[in-house]
């Protein structure tokens, strides 16, 4: 199975209300206003979008709003995995149900199973649906790696058709993108790594910063694919500073107050995640203001759409 899914997807946040909500209307109206300004696919409830703190019955109808908003031409692919199995199962099989075109299997945090328990783990997922699934691997959030030879043994399970590296270690995922079958496809997980990760033969990114930039992020990867790369790492250079300020606290406080100051109101995040610092926030705004924000743009179409 190949993966139905584009170069540039989108880890969206859940917008809230300020009592603290689902805001589903701000949640369709996001959506669009992402695929109006660049996204090609949308990962829901994944960890941007708060999914540790988001019930089953939120995370079901964050998917629904999605994938009203955005329609059967864009990809949809839900964040129904953590670190329990059976509920992975469960939501996973919610996924389907729901009309979602791929789910997000994430290396589970807290539990830190061994690699042959991770296999078994993802098999059981992926044994449950008929959706294409998209590995995850986030050291920095599950403390847990998945190994190359892991990955490698995962990518011979028909269903599972690509991963998500944000493990940095640009060696590893070298490796994963020269052995694994040719259609299993490599997305940076960061976006400061997709020049890199592309270079090495990686097919696009599942990114934060393409919330602001979308537009900028997809000329960079069309200047990658027509090989134009002394123009694409300029435009890498050029976004940078932006990108790392995103991730100057947790994700995703620093992206919800970005777009919650250029116009775009998501609301706050869920305790224990918090509102930036006031240092970080002064950080934040000063960068907003040094680079285009695509998604300005795209707010008053998604809006009367």
């Known amino acids: 199975m190949s993966a139905p899914f584009g170069r540039l997807m989108t880890a969206m946040v859940t917008p ?6 689902v805001d589903l209307q701000q949640t369709k109206l996001l959506a669009r206003a992402l695929v109006d300004s660049g996204t090609e696919g949308i990962v829901a409830t994944g960890s941007t979008g708060e999914a540790p703190a988001l019930d089953e019955h939120e995370t079901v109808e964050v998917w629904r709003a999605v994938k009203e908003a955005v329609g059967p031409e864009i990809p949809v692919i839900a964040g129904a995995t953590n670190n329990d199995t059976r ?10 149900r729901e009309g979602m075109d791929g789910v997000l299997l994430t290396v589970p945090a807290y539990n830190k199973p061994p690699q042959e328990g991770l296999i078994q ?3 059981a997922i992926a044994r449950s649906t008929a959706l294409p699934c998209v590995l ?8 847990l790696n ?3 030879s892991t990955v490698l043994r995962l990518a011979e399970e028909p269903n599972i058709v690509g991963i998500k590296e944000a493990s940095g270690e640009l060696n590893q995922i070298g490796a994963i993108i020269d052995v694994a079958p040719p259609d299993f496809r490599v997305w940076s997980g960061n976006d400061s790594d997709t020049l890199t990760v592309m270079a090495l033969g990686g097919f696009g990114v599942i990114s ?8 900028q992020i997809r000329a960079m990867i069309d200047a990658i694919l027509d090989g134009r790369l ?13 990108v790392d300020v995103l991730f100057i606290e947790s994700n995703p406080i620093p992206v919800k107050y970005a ?8 609301g706050p995040t869920r305790l224990p995640l918090i509102d930036p610092s006031e240092g970080a926030a002064a950080v934040i705004d000063a960068e907003l203001q040094r680079h285009p924000i695509d998604i300005k743009g795209a707010l008053s179409e998604a809006a009367t759409a």
């Open 16 to 21: 809230m209300t300020h009592d603290g909500e």
């Open 87 to 96: 509920r992975s199962v469960r939501l996973t099989e919610a996924a389907e």
């Open 121 to 123: 783990h993802f098999h």
């Open 136 to 143: 995850y691997n986030v050291p920095g959030r599950a403390a």
């Open 146 to 148: 998945i190994d190359v």
């Open 208 to 215: 934060v910063a393409s919330h602001l930039i979308g537009f």
């Open 230 to 242: 002394p123009e694409a790492a300029r435009m890498h250079h050029r976004m940078q500073t932006l």
């Open 259 to 266: 777009l919650n100051q250029v116009g775009l109101h998501v």
